[in-house]
């Protein structure tokens, strides 16, 4: 069965402090890989998907970046946090096409001060 | 890709009201799914729907694709304390606002 990993769970950073969020995907073979993010309370504010290694699409201006230097491997990264940048990560896969139920991991909170 | 709207953004019953929330779009969808996240957890998938004026049943849960597939909704009979979350619609990787559902013993 497929699982995916994330982490680190929980973490609070400093403002203008590196940002580096790891995701794992088991038990499939090219997936399509998506960073969410959700502010408390809010909706799920889609950030970045990679359909393949190395292709990143990025969805909204911001903070942030995205790397897919594995097929499974999927890492948020930010070279100076800000205070926006605080809310839940949620990285999640769909099977290679579209229209696809998106599996989430467990999340990641993250608390810029 | 277009996102759904959806609506009401808070939902408060008494247990064993009904509840609804509704998503809807200004373009035909080829398929909608719906997801439940409970309180600091993450979204999990419930359904797919795909069709035009497709209905599902999940015990409680009645969701609803319309027949234009511009809109959908899902219903909840009769809830209980363990429905409290909030519900997303999705299309297209992007989610509704979603529902936010709390529920009064």
């Known amino acids: 069965s497929q699982t995916i990993h994330q982490w680190p769970a929980t973490l609070v950073q400093p403002v203008g402090s590196p940002l580096s969020l790891e995701c794992t995907v088991e038990?499939?073979?090219?997936?399509?890989l998506y960073w969410y993010r959700q502010a408390a309370g809010r909706g799920l504010q889609l950030l970045f998907y990679?359909?393949?290694?190395?292709?990143i699409s990025s969805e909204v201006p911001q903070n942030l970046s995205a790397s897919r230097p594995q097929d499974r491997q999927f890492i948020l990264s930010s070279k100076k946090l800000l205070l926006s940048d605080s809310g839940f990560y949620l990285c999640?896969?769909?099977?290679?096409?579209?229209?696809?139920?998106?599996?989430f991991g467990e999340g990641s909170w993250l608390t810029v001060v | 890709g277009q996102q759904v709207m959806q609506i009401p953004q808070y939902q408060h019953v008494q247990e064993g009201e009904d509840f609804t929330t509704y998503c809807n779009s200004s373009?035909?969808?080829?398929?909608i799914q719906w997801y439940k996240q409970r309180p600091g957890g993450h979204p999990v998938f419930l359904i797919q729907?795909?069709?035009?004026?497709e209905v599902k049943k999940q015990k409680r849960l009645t969701f609803q694709f319309g027949e234009a597939k511009k809109n959908s909704s899902l219903h909840i009979t009769a809830t209980q304390t363990t429905d409290v979350g909030t519900y997303f619609c999705?299309?297209?990787?992007?989610f509704g606002a979603g529902t936010r559902l709390t529920v009064k013993p």
């Open positions: 999640a896969w769909t099977p290679r096409g579209a229209g696809n139920t998106i599996y």
């Open positions: 373009t035909t969808l080829s398929n």
């Open positions: 038990g499939t073979s090219n997936p399509n």
């Open positions: 990679s359909v393949g290694i190395g292709q």
């Open positions: 729907l795909v069709k035009s004026g």
């Open positions: 999705e299309n297209d990787m992007r």
